[in-house]
Nanobody
Framework: QVQLVESGGGLVQAGGSLRLSCAASGRTFSSYAMGWFRQAPGKEREPVAYITWNAGIKYFADSVKGRFTISRDNAKNTVYLQMDSLKPEDTAVYYC?????????????????WGQGTQVTVSS
């Protein structure tokens, strides 16, 4: 069992930056691949970024490529999402998720555990 807790959300102006953190409980964090998803009001949840257990592979949604980076610190049981050059369309609740299964990284049903989310609001 893994519990995930996101933090770092908030209100920022367009062009600004935020760093989200996702802290995981349990001793097996390093065996999980981690994803970040987001859901804007009235929209479906969408994938944002993904990182394998050893950070050897990373994926990003086209909408955030070049602006967001994902990293992890297995010693701290934490995964990060650095968000730069933020746009109003990045406004959403951001969720982290963990999985040990394979499958498409952008398919939310392939993840076993989810956090409660953290709100990111980007003002224009």
């Amino acid at each position: 069992q893994v519990q995930l807790v996101e933090s770092g959300g908030g209100l920022v102006q367009a062009g600004g930056s935020l760093r989200l953190s996702c802290a995981a409980s349990g001793r097996t964090f390093s065996s999980y691949a981690m994803g970040w998803f987001r859901q804007a009001p009235g929209k479906e949840r969408e994938p944002v970024a993904y990182i394998t257990w050893n950070a050897g592979i990373k994926y990003f949604a086209d909408s955030v490529k070049g602006r967001f980076t994902i990293s992890r610190d297995n010693a701290k049981n934490t995964v990060y999402l650095q968000m730069d050059s933020l746009k109003p369309e990045d406004t959403a609740v951001y969720y982290c998720a963990a999985r040990t299964r394979g499958g498409s990284w952008y398919t939310d049903s392939s993840y076993d555990y989810w956090g409660q989310g953290t709100q990111v609001t980007v003002s224009s």
